[in-house]
């Protein structure tokens, strides 16, 4: 099934050349992961490169690129909008025949097959082959789920941003006695900013009333993240507290009906709507209460980044997002698609700000470890082994 494999990093001295490959480079969490652990990677030890094959999805690219990372666009030229072209497995092959990657890193199921399918048909030696899984496997679409079992058991080795994906894999799938290894990833916020200025700057930004109650949530709109039950959680909010504010930070498909559901909810004026932002880390001192309403995580990237800045949470019990925030403790966990309990945990946040103080201090000091040269440190322990064998 599968042909000659590189089983070391090559002379000695020379690093192991390791492709992490992507479906895009857009603002999304696993996205941003590579760019946090692409300023984290041992330079010595592995030279990193990246492709990816959504050429509209291209927002990180030119940051990985100034952490001296080359990049790769499989699917067209970047930047091209709509579909990808339909070609780019082809040119997955020929980046792998021309650069003989010691090891493939793939993150995102669809690329993740190709490149198990593709790898043993080269020439000479073939890369390792390690995986990371970002989701529970129920998320995936029925022809994902059928592209995974065919080449599953082809991963060297596998990643799992949580200890729920982990158990969400099928032992079935894997082959025996292999591994999988839980890395908690952290964000990467040195020098982020604090404090009361930096809460006023970034309240003129997003036009927000210096005294409002603000929440605040971070994420793609779509479908998985449930914006909508948020904003049904926030018209009920209203109702208790006139001065709520709604901040909603990112782009996606459900955009125009997100912002049609606040009007019919009559809270229209009441929410922010940002777009895709790029200085997420000085918006977030304009929250008092960070939130997610998601019905499926992995481990979110914008849940720990909000906890590193010293903000209470309220987010659904879904997910890895219990391993990281005790209930009660750094912020409240709450049924998946249940406004109420929503807008409950706001109204008590709203009403006690020495609650919110106790909690945000709580979530800061949870926050210490989520250490994102660590966990790239675990994931280099895992190329390591795998190159190895």
């Known amino acids: 099934m599968s042909g000659p494999r590189s089983t070391a990093p090559g002379p000695a001295g020379t690093p192991t050349r390791v492709l992490w490959l992507a479906k895009g480079l857009g603002r999304g969490g696993a996205e941003q992961l590579l760019l946090n652990c692409a300023r984290h990677a041992d330079r010595s030890r592995y030279h990193v ?21 080359t990049v790769h ?4 030229a970047p930047g091209t909008p709509g579909r990808a072209d339909p070609r780019w497995p082809l040119r997955l092959r020929a980046l792998l025949a021309a650069r003989r990657y010691g090891l493939v890193h793939t993150h995102m199921p669809v690329p993740a097959a190709a490149a198990r399918m593709l790898a043993p048909t080269l020439a000479g030696t073939a890369p390792r082959l390690v995986h990371t899984e970002h989701n529970v496997w129920e998320r995936y679409r029925a022809a994902t789920r059928w592209a995974n079992a065919l080449t599953y058991r082809r991963n060297d080795a596998v990643i799992a941003v949580s200890h729920a994906v982990a158990r969400s894999i099928p032992p079935g799938r894997r082959r025996p006695g292999d591994w999988v290894t839980v890395v908690h990833h952290g964000p ?12 006023a700057a970034a309240r003129a930004e997003l036009g927000l009333p210096a005294e409002a109650f603000v929440v605040g949530t971070v994420g793609n709109l779509t479908p998985k993240k449930d914006q909508a039950t948020l904003l049904a959680a926030h018209a009920a909010l209203l109702r208790r507290r006139p001065d709520a504010r709604l901040v909603l930070v990112g782009a996606g498909p459900l955009d125009a009906q997100l ?3 606040a009007a019919e909810l009559g809270v229209a004026d009441a929410v922010v709507f940002t ?57 409240f966990l709450v049924p998946p698609g249940d406004p109420a309990a929503l807008a409950e945990a706001f109204e008590r946040l709203a009403r006690e700000p020495g609650l919110r103080t106790r909690l945000a201090a709580a979530a800061r000091e949870r926050a210490g470890r989520f250490d994102v040269a660590g966990a790239q440190r675990a994931v280099e322990a895992v190329y390591a082994r795998v190159l190895r064998h």
């Open 275 to 331: 777009g895709s932002r790029a200085d997420v880390p000085e918006l977030l001192p304009a929250l008092d209460v960070f939130t997610l309403s998601s019905r499926q995580e992995g481990l979110p990237v914008a849940l720990m980044e909000a906890m590193t800045a010293g903000l209470p949470a309220v987010v659904t019990r879904v997910g890895g997002m219990p391993e990281v925030l005790d209930d009660g403790e750094q912020g």
């Open 49 to 69: 490169e990246v492709a990816y094959v959504l050429p509209w999805k291209d927002a990180l690219a030119p940051a990985l690129a100034e952490a001296g990372v």
């Open 73 to 76: 666009c499989l699917g067209g």
């Open 259 to 261: 912002r049609a559901r």
């Open 188 to 199: 990467d916020l040195a020098g982020a900013p604090g404090g009361p200025a930096a809460r």
